[in-house]
């Protein structure tokens, strides 16, 4: 670790190289991701609920809503669809 941060400090190109593609990986994970908050009108089964943690989603119990970025909205449609439940899509 100490030879790799001298190697860095001689040549902070190598850093920004890093930095620059580990941008084009996030903002392409971003790309592939759509964030959105879910609210229900009464709480859903235990199933549908593991299924939306599995789906990548988190409960927020002060707003009382779930919450994250979902890579596969049809999954998600399919786990709630007999849940009557409002569906926010943020913008990325």
């Known amino acids: 670790m100490l030879s ?10 190598i850093k ?3 930095k620059e593609v580990g941008k084009v990986h996030l903002d392409a994970e971003d790309a592939k991701t759509t964030p959105i908050i879910i609210t229900f009108t009464d709480q859903p ?9 599995t789906l990548g989603l988190r ?8 919450y ?3 890579s596969d909205l049809d999954a998600l449609n399919n ?3 007999n849940q ?3 569906i926010e899509i943020l913008k990325n």
């Open 4 to 13: 790799l941060t001298k190697e860095l400090q001689n040549n902070p190109d």
């Open 16 to 18: 920004n190289s890093w």
């Open 45 to 53: 089964e235990k199933e549908v609920r593991d299924e939306i943690r």
């Open 59 to 66: 409960w927020n119990k002060f707003r009382s809503e779930w």
């Open 68 to 70: 994250g970025t979902v």
């Open 79 to 81: 786990a709630i669809k």
């Open 84 to 86: 009557t439940h409002n």
